[in-house]
């Protein structure tokens, strides 16, 4: 179980770690890239898998109903103590809600449970995002309009994608192949791409950012365990739940706070101190999942 957990991790943080050593000595324009994946790449990568007829969309329905619960009610199980200790809401309950279900999960969930898995990666990472740009804006400013949700190219793959899979319309196996290629390049470059951000730590807020490294996968897992339960959701989706569930805090959320002026250098704490801690918190979470929840042998 030790080298699975290892054999499962250290490509996630080797190519985290390129990304911050190149950023040490250079100063790559991040933004571009990342504008880059989430345009291009990663809408390639989702409508691909979407598409796929081979990928019953039909029995990810209560995992994604999972995956929003656990996005949806980190923030309520989180709203009384955010009161208690005086915290603004929409500086700290965004990151608690919004996981890293992108940079982190995706990778983290192919390498730990194989191709396998992406299919279930990609719906909770699709219910993440659908949520994120739309309650998570609405959180920030109540006068977004939300049909800017639509622009995205993220979704507008997803309802390709959806659309092609649930009417059986057939796609060719070499465009099939040709856009599985093209989104394979979102998995390293999200990774390289979070190890740059990783230089931008603040330790000014230090104690938020290590109560939000805290809070963020309890609040998830919380909510994951009796889902699981209720959903009865069994092997990969069970463990792809508890995977992500306890993901950090997503980079996006940095992003979003900038853009909104809603405490950005805050938020980045929160953010990056979170992904930090996930040094600690994921390998833990990996072996409850592999002794008790998806077995090696699985």
Request: glycine share 8%; with cysteine.
């Amino acid at each position: 179980m030790t080298a699975q957990i290892i054999a499962t991790l250290l490509p996630v943080f080797l190519i985290a770690g390129c990304g911050t050593l190149y950023g040490r000595f250079r100063t790559p324009d991040i933004r571009s890239l990342n504008t880059l994946n989430m345009e291009i790449f990663v809408p390639m990568l989702v409508f691909a898998v979407l598409a796929d007829r081979q990928a019953p969309l039909a029995d990810y329905a209560g995992l994604a109903l999972g995956a929003a619960v656990v996005v949806l009610g980190s923030g309520v199980v989180l709203w009384p103590l955010v009161k208690l200790l005086k915290l603004e809401p929409k500086t700290f309950l965004p990151p608690m809600m919004f996981n890293n279900s992108g940079n982190m999960g995706i990778p983290l969930l192919v390498l730990a449970f194989g191709e396998a898995a992406l299919p279930a990666a990609v719906v909770v990472f699709i219910v993440e995002m659908l949520l994120h740009f739309s309650v998570g804006l609405y959180m920030l400013s109540p006068r977004t309009p939300l049909w800017r949700l639509l622009r995205m190219p993220i979704v507008l793959a997803s309802l390709a994608g959806l659309g092609v899979n649930l009417g059986s319309v057939p796609l060719p196996g070499w465009l099939l192949e040709a856009l599985h290629m093209l989104g394979g390049v979102c998995i390293p470059l999200m990774l390289f791409a979070l190890g740059v951000r990783m230089l931008e730590i603040d330790f000014g807020d230090w104690r938020t950012g290590l109560l939000g490294a805290l809070l963020c996968p309890l609040s998830g897992l919380v909510l994951a365990v009796p889902m699981i339960l209720w959903l009865e959701l069994t092997g990969l989706q069970a463990a792809t739940l508890w995977v992500f569930a306890a993901l950090p805090p997503a980079v996006l959320n940095y992003l979003v706070a900038e853009q909104y002026r809603q405490e950005p250098h805050k938020v980045a704490s929160l953010v990056l101190i979170g992904n930090l801690g996930s040094l600690v918190v994921m390998p833990i979470v990996l072996a409850l999942v592999f002794t008790h929840v998806y077995p090696i042998a699985g």
